[in-house]
């Protein structure tokens, strides 16, 4: 049986972005033939977490609404650089349980964190979406993997633009940043291109 993962933060007990977690659960349950879903509100309330701090709720589970959780503490992590990988069968559509390959790719790279390419595109990281700055504006690729809670909330904001983002326009962007249900949108947060080590047109850095 497949198994799904809902990641959510919990800020000193309040639980964020519920109703975007909700549907995509709703959705995985749904694209699969499922009529009933899980009950993230009435999980998180049996719980009964009463700790400050920042946490990620950890929510596993499967189509016959098996369950399992995890409270655990989160700090955003800070990261020294990035690689470029090339990868277009990839498919993430759902947030399953399996990443093997997403591991795979990573053991792969020299660099801390991969970005991954499908069809000459830019799409996530392993863990996140991802946000390119140009100007003062901040879009995310409409290649993405996985549509995640904090992108859709992003957009639903104004907050970012969604565009196409390819290895051929990349350097007409200054800075980028990760975002996930844990990492919100901080200009503050940023890495300057540069540290993608094999950014196209480089001669400094080693090929895709």
Do not use: C
Request: charged share 30%.
């Amino acid at each position: 049986m497949s198994q799904f993962i809902e990641s959510i933060k919990v800020e000193n007990r309040k639980i964020f972005l519920p109703e975007l977690h909700q549907k995509r659960v709703d959705h995985t349950f749904s694209h699969f033939g499922k009529e009933d879903s899980i009950d993230l509100a009435k999980i998180y309330k049996h719980l009964e977490h009463n700790e400050d701090g920042l946490f990620k709720l950890r929510i596993l589970y499967d189509l016959d609404k098996k369950v399992r959780t995890q409270m655990i503490p989160y700090a955003i992590p800070e990261l020294n650089d990035f690689q470029l990988v090339e990868n277009n069968s990839f498919d993430y559509s759902f947030k399953s349980e399996d990443r093997k390959e997403l591991e795979k790719m990573k053991m792969k790279s020299r660099a801390e964190e991969i970005i991954i390419v499908k069809n000459n595109h830019i799409t996530d990281t392993s863990y996140s979406n991802l946000l390119f700055k140009k100007g003062k504006d901040w879009f995310t690729p409409s290649t993405y993997l996985l549509n995640g809670v904090q992108r859709q909330n992003l957009l639903k904001q104004k907050k970012i633009k969604e565009t196409e983002i390819t290895l051929q326009n990349l350097k007409e962007f200054s800075h980028f940043q990760l975002i996930n249900a844990l990492n919100d949108f901080d200009e503050n947060f940023t890495y300057p291109i540069g540290r993608i080590i094999n950014l196209p047109g480089n001669e400094d850095y080693p090929e895709l």
